[in-house]
């Protein structure tokens, strides 16, 4: 098959993670026979540079021209880099959020599990970590906080910041639904996360979750509140099958739950939209202080990329072989110095996109 895929290597170690995930997607397409034409766009730190501003018309259009976007990161160290001299919508972070609005991608999926073979670098205490935990984090992405109206204003002296916190039913219940029926594919359970002993965002967000949720009788449905949600991330994440949240919970919980599995260089994700087109990239960020050191993991970026080739690409036995070689990979004891342990073979990145793609 034929399928155009946008490429957006970023800022800090994008470049050098999405140079690995491509040399994975060409051996899957020798494999098996497909053909990608990649295009390569500017976002964040890298479209400043050329352009001035983090996310250009020209970038917007190619990639919805695309069947799907794989990214690397965005953004650089805010103390030194220039970027962060600009006035605050013209920063790389801008051009990130404005990506995800201007394609539409309100679900954010984000996968969070723990690696057997990894276990050891897990903080939690192994009475705590038990069996494991497999937990998927499902986060509104287009909405909340991130895109209220905000302004900063100066009253009789003093000086004041207002952020806007608002949703509507629509965009609560296509997140839910997203939710819902990915969780009927798992565990069949959805932790809906919300603060409705306080907000009314959350008391209407629980409502209507609670309305979805009759939609799929074989769900099984609970509420927590964003704080314990906090708690029983550390306390027993073994409980967690997914996770439904807003925007800004869901920042913080996935880069939570991303910590107990103790390898951020491994997690995914994949941000949709109500067609198979998807942005898909790590979960991590860009690392400026390893930036082109050749030390970066490309797992994560290597599995969004087995993502996109599930939701967007249709091509799930190739998306399972990726998978199966990373798992593969990590059963050899390979392993880049974020996830090194003793006994172990230490491997650059470019050696670690070598060693996936030769096992495809
Ligand atoms: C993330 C990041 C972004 C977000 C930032 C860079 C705007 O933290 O993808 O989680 O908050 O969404
Ligand atoms: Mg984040």
């Not at 990214?71 to 972070?93: C, F, N, V």
């Not at 087109?277 to 797992?299: T, V």
Request: net charge negative; proline share 4%.
């Amino acid at each position: 098959m034929d399928y155009r895929i946008a490429l957006i290597p970023g800022d800090g170690i994008g470049p050098e993670i999405v140079r690995e995930a491509k040399k994975v997607l060409d051996k899957v397409c020798e494999v098996y026979g497909h053909h990608f034409t990649y295009q390569e766009l500017l976002l964040g730190g890298a479209s400043i540079d050329v352009h001035g501003i983090p996310l250009t018309e020209e970038t917007v259009e190619a990639a919805k021209a695309s069947d799907a976007v794989l990214m690397g990161s965005i953004g650089g160290d805010a103390k030194t880099s220039p970027w962060y001299q600009l006035e605050p919508s013209k920063r790389p972070e801008a051009g990130l959020l404005g990506i995800r609005k201007a394609l539409n991608l309100f679900a954010n999926l984000r996968p969070a599990y723990l690696y057997d073979e990894l276990k050891g670098a897990c903080p939690l205490k192994e009475e705590i970590i038990g069996d494991g935990f497999d937990m998927i984090i499902v986060r509104e992405l287009t909405g909340g906080l991130y895109f209220g109206e905000r302004k900063t204003v100066e009253e009789d002296g003093v000086r004041k910041a207002v952020d806007t916190l608002s949703y509507d039913e629509k965009e609560i219940r296509r997140i839910a639904v997203k939710a819902f029926e990915i969780a009927k594919k798992r565990r069949k359970k959805v932790t809906s996360v919300d603060k409705a002993n306080v907000l009314d965002s959350s008391r209407l967000w629980r409502k209507v979750v609670e309305e979805v949720a009759l939609q799929y009788p074989e769900v099984t449905l609970e509420h927590m509140l964003v704080d314990n949600c906090a708690m029983q991330l550390v306390h027993n994440p073994g409980q967690f099958d997914v996770i439904l949240t807003e925007n800004m919970f869901g920042d913080i919980l996935s880069d939570e739950a991303s910590m107990v599995t103790g390898s951020i260089g491994m997690l995914s994700s994949a941000s949709l939209n109500e067609t198979k087109f998807g942005l898909y990239e790590p979960s991590h960020g860009s690392a400026p202080d390893i930036a082109g050191k050749g030390i970066a993991n490309p797992l994560a970026t290597i599995l969004s990329a087995a993502m996109m080739l599930r939701f967007s690409l249709d091509l799930d036995q190739e998306a399972d072989a990726v998978e199966a070689a990373v798992a593969q990979v990590l059963k050899e004891g390979y392993r880049t110095m974020d996830i090194m342990s003793e006994g172990m073979t230490k491997t650059s990145t470019a050696q670690m996109g070598d060693l996936i793609a030769e096992r495809i």
